[in-house]
C-alpha cells in the first residue's frame, strides 16, 4: 500500500473512525516493516497529518511521518555503532532537520556538553525548536542557516520530503527559498566553542562545499564523523577530512560504507 494510495483513499472516506483506522493501519505496517517497534513505546496520529512519538527510552518527538520512519531508523538502528560521542562532548548536527539526531545527541552528552544543530529550512526549524522544548533540553544552540565554503545567501532547493531539501539544483524541484549560509568554522566559532568533538553531517549534496568552510575544525584530529555521501566523489570528501585519525571519518553512500574499503551493507532493513 503506497503513500499516495492512502492518500487518495483517506480524501474519499468522510471524517472518523474509517479514516483514522485506514492512517493507524499505514503507519503501524511501516512502522513493522523498518524494524522501529523495539523503539517506540507510544503514537499518536495528529489532525494535521504529523505524529507524536514517545520512544522507550524516554525521548519524544512531534514530528512529519516520513521523517520519523527514515531518521529513526538511520540514527537509531542503522547508524547507532558510528554515533561515538560520549558525556561532555561538543557535536555539530549539520543538517539537523527536524531533530532526531539533535535530541538523542543532547540527551547522551548531558548538561556538561553541547550540540550545534544547523538547520536552514523554516517548516524543519518549527519541529527542531519544538522537539527541544519537549525534551527540556538546555544545551543545544540552534543556527538558522546552510552550510558552505563562504558566508552569503544561497537557493535552498524544497522537496516534498522535508529531509531532502538542497543547496545543489536538482531538475526535479523547482520550489525553493532563499536563505543565509556560511562556513562551519565562522558558526563554531561565533559560539564561542573551542572545540568540536564529533559531527554528523547530512546535508543532501553539499558535502564538499561544507567541508572546504570547516578546515580549521578539521585540524583537529581527535575529531570524529560521520558523513552520508549525496553524489561526491568519495575521493573529494577524503581528501578533505585526511588529517583525521584513522577510522574516525565514517562515509555512507546509499546507506552502503563506503570509506576504508569497506562496501558491505550495514543493514538488511533497506
Same mark, same amino acid.
Given at each position: 500500500?503506497?503513500?499516495?494510495?492512502?492518500?487518495?483513499?483517506?480524501?474519499?472516506?468522510?471524517?472518523?473512525?474509517?479514516?483514522?483506522?485506514?492512517?493507524?493501519?499505514?503507519?503501524?505496517?511501516?512502522?513493522?516493516?523498518?524494524?522501529?517497534?523495539?523503539?517506540?513505546?507510544?503514537?499518536?496520529? $495528529?489532525?494535521?497529518?504529523? =505524529?507524536?512519538?514517545?520512544?522507550?527510552?524516554? $525521548?519524544?518527538?512531534?514530528?512529519?511521518?516520513?521523517?520519523?520512519?527514515?531518521?529513526?531508523?538511520?540514527?537509531?538502528?542503522?547508524?547507532?555503532?558510528?554515533?561515538?560521542?560520549?558525556?561532555?562532548?561538543?557535536?555539530?548536527?549539520?543538517?539537523?532537520?527536524?531533530?532526531?539526531?539533535?535530541?538523542?545527541?543532547?540527551?547522551?552528552?548531558?548538561?556538561?556538553?553541547?550540540?550545534?544543530?544547523?538547520?536552514?529550512?523554516?517548516?524543519?526549524?518549527?519541529?527542531?525548536?519544538?522537539?527541544?522544548?519537549?525534551?527540556?533540553?538546555?544545551?543545544?544552540?540552534?543556527?538558522?542557516?546552510?552550510?558552505?565554503?563562504?558566508?552569503?545567501?544561497?537557493?535552498?532547493?524544497?522537496?516534498?520530503?522535508?529531509?531532502?531539501?538542497?543547496?545543489?539544483?536538482?531538475?526535479?524541484?523547482?520550489?525553493?527559498?532563499? =536563505?543565509?549560509?556560511?562556513?562551519?568554522?565562522?558558526?563554531?566559532?561565533?559560539?564561542?566553542?573551542?572545540?568540536?568533538?564529533?559531527?554528523?553531517?547530512?546535508?543532501?549534496?553539499?558535502?564538499?562545499?561544507?567541508?572546504?568552510?570547516?578546515?580549521? =575544525?578539521?585540524?583537529?584530529?581527535?575529531?570524529?564523523?560521520? =558523513?552520508?555521501?549525496?553524489?561526491?566523489?568519495?575521493?573529494?570528501?577524503?581528501?578533505?577530512?585526511?588529517?583525521?585519525?584513522?577510522?574516525?571519518?565514517?562515509?555512507?553512500?546509499?546507506?552502503?560504507?563506503?570509506?576504508?574499503?569497506?562496501?558491505?551493507?550495514?543493514?538488511?532493513?533497506?
Amino acid at each position: 500500500m503506497s503513500v499516495s494510495m492512502v492518500t487518495t483513499i483517506s480524501k474519499i472516506l468522510p471524517d472518523g473512525n474509517p479514516k483514522e483506522n485506514l492512517r493507524r493501519l499505514f503507519y503501524h505496517h511501516l512502522y513493522n516493516n523498518y524494524a522501529l517497534n523495539g523503539l517506540i513505546k507510544k503514537i499518536d496520529l $495528529l489532525h494535521d497529518g504529523t =505524529i507524536f512519538l514517545k520512544l522507550n527510552n524516554g $525521548l519524544v518527538f512531534h514530528v512529519p511521518f516520513w521523517d520519523a520512519v527514515w531518521q529513526l531508523r538511520e540514527h537509531f538502528i542503522l547508524y547507532e555503532k558510528y554515533h561515538v560521542f560520549k558525556e561532555g562532548d561538543t557535536i555539530v548536527d549539520a543538517g539537523a532537520n527536524v531533530g532526531i539526531f539533535t535530541i538523542k545527541a543532547a540527551k547522551t552528552v548531558g548538561a556538561q556538553g553541547v550540540v550545534i544543530a544547523i538547520e536552514p529550512s523554516l517548516d524543519n526549524l518549527k519541529f527542531l525548536e519544538t522537539n527541544i522544548k519537549l525534551n527540556d533540553l538546555k544545551n543545544t544552540i540552534v543556527v538558522r542557516k546552510g552550510l558552505w565554503n563562504k558566508k552569503g545567501r544561497k537557493k535552498l532547493y524544497l522537496s516534498y520530503m522535508p529531509g531532502s531539501h538542497s543547496l545543489i539544483y536538482r531538475e526535479n524541484i523547482d520550489r525553493f527559498s532563499e =536563505i543565509e549560509v556560511d562556513k562551519l568554522d565562522s558558526i563554531v566559532k561565533e559560539t564561542g566553542i573551542k572545540k568540536v568533538d564529533f559531527i554528523k553531517m547530512d546535508i543532501e549534496g553539499a558535502e564538499v562545499e561544507a567541508l572546504e568552510g570547516a578546515r580549521q =575544525i578539521l585540524r583537529n584530529d581527535d575529531l570524529k564523523m560521520i =558523513i552520508e555521501l549525496h553524489g561526491n566523489p568519495i575521493q573529494k570528501v577524503m581528501a578533505l577530512t585526511r588529517n583525521l585519525a584513522p577510522g574516525s571519518t565514517f562515509m555512507f553512500q546509499n546507506y552502503k560504507l563506503v570509506n576504508n574499503v569497506k562496501t558491505r551493507r550495514e543493514t538488511e532493513l533497506w
